[in-house]
């Protein structure tokens, strides 16, 4: 049984586009995250979200919009995509601030 | 401002020739430190959860410490099936975890 999904696992589209990530996790954790990973490989966090409240925004522009319809879904809406967007993104989950797990990612890639 | 460094960027052995990875934090206040391996293509994969200083957690091969500024990964005869990146993060006691840039590790045959 997969712990954390995301679909799709790759995305291409055209810049002003906008689009939507899917994440699930049936591991019934509170707490879920959306990373982005970029061609460096550096993870950073963008979205925490508690028990479907929203704890951290960090300093994402207002295009990214997650949404959080219960616990186990938190999903990610992107609009007027532009090329800087095109990167890894991972949706993550855990229990309180414990071991997060992660999922398979969503290669975004803007033309 | 909080920091998590990683070192060194890649880290290139033959099988069986121990080594460590290094991870230093500079934060406000440690909750934990964590130890993730990513492989091509995939997701990060826990590894290790550390505390507080002198605590050490092992598995198979690796062996990871803490003190109050640093953590290594101690990895022991490696064989190429450890070849991935290793991911240092640290949360501060909110719902953020701050990554490292992570180690590639190469294990040569």
Known sequence: DTAVSQTPKY???????????????NLGHDTMYWYKQD??????????YNNKELII?????NRFSPKSPDKA?????????????????????????????????TRLTVL | ?????????????????????????TVSGLRGLFWYRQDPGKGPEFLFTLYS???E????????????????????APKPEDSATYLCAVNTGGFKTIFGAGTRLFVKA
């Open chain 1, 73 to 105: 879904h938190l999903n990610l809406h992107i609009n007027s995509l532009e090329l800087g967007d095109s990167a890894v993104y991972f949706c993550a989950s855990s229990q309180d601030l414990d071991k997060q797990f992660f999922g398979p990612g």
């Open chain 1, 11 to 25: 995305l291409v589209t055209q810049m002003g586009n906008d689009k939507s990530i899917k994440c699930e996790q």
């Open chain 2, 57 to 76: 957690k092992e598995k198979e091969r690796l062996k990871a410490t803490l003190t109050k500024k640093e953590s290594f990964l101690h990895i022991t």
């Open chain 2, 53 to 55: 200083a002198g605590e």
């Open chain 1, 57 to 61: 925004n960090e300093t994402v522009p």
């Open chain 1, 39 to 48: 061609s460096k490989k550096f993870l950073k966090i963008m979205f925490s």
């Open chain 2, 1 to 25: 401002e909080d920091q998590v460094t990683q070192s060194p960027e890649a880290l290139r052995l033959q099988e069986g020739e121990s080594s460590s990875l290094n991870c230093s934090y």
